[in-house]
């Protein structure tokens, strides 16, 4: 199963080839990754959805 950090990798990799002028390295998918992290966190706590 692809997690969201390896589906991120493969969507990143693929723009940074079709689009002039868009870069790409670990430092910019690790950014993502923690922006994906401090949203996701903020919004499990705001919305509580009923288990």
């Not at 693929?14 to 689009?19: L, Q, S, V």
């Not at 910019?28 to 919305?47: C, D, G």
Request: proline letters at 2%.
């Amino acid at each position: 199963m692809d997690t969201f950090g390896a589906k991120l990798n493969t969507l990143l990799k693929d723009a940074a080839t079709r689009f002039k002028g868009f870069e790409y390295s670990s430092k910019t998918l690790k950014e993502e990754v923690e922006k994906y992290e401090r949203r996701r966190k903020f919004w499990l706590k705001v919305v509580r959805l009923p288990c």
